[in-house]
């Protein structure tokens, strides 16, 4: 059996056509063997925190890539809840991946950041918190 020519086309009406009438078996004589991975996997990229900083009400990261992420500080209770010199009082840990407040006892991750994703500490232990300064 003559192996069947391939079309030289993009349109995906054609193309379609052709495979209704072929398979892939039609092109064994064709095939090769793969012996090297024909895609590799790139490690996905994470920006590092650089830089943090509050305005107003909003929270304000640079990234090591240039990129600025921000987020209302309304999804940090602890961050809206403290004074402005307990918010600039910040370090970065984990190599940026991440940045600490120690008077604030709050930590928020790049990647966090990056996904929009909000604090998850319960009503309860905010409260506590609250409490354990004062604060109700």
């Known amino acids: ?17 052709f495979w209704q009438e072929h398979d892939i078996t039609d092109f064994e004589d064709k095939l090769e063997d793969v012996t090297e991975p024909v895609f590799a996997r790139a490690e996905p990229f994470i920006a590092t925190i650089v830089k943090v900083h509050c305005h107003e009400d909003t929270l304000i990261v640079v990234l090591s890539d240039g990129s600025e992420v921000r987020a209302p500080l309304s ?30 006892d ?30 109700s």
């Not at 709050?106 to 004062?134: N, T």
């Open 106 to 135: 709050e930590d928020i991750g790049v990647e966090g950041l990056v996904l929009g994703k909000r604090s998850r500490e319960s009503e309860a232990s905010l409260a506590g918190w609250l409490k354990s300064r004062g604060q």
């Open 1 to 17: 059996m003559k192996t069947p020519r391939l079309p030289s086309t993009n349109d995906p009406e054609e193309l379609a056509r």
């Open 75 to 104: 999804w940090h209770p602890r961050l809206r809840h403290g004074t402005e010199a307990e918010r600039a009082n910040w370090r970065l840990i984990g190599n940026g991946v991440g940045v600490h407040w120690p008077d604030l």
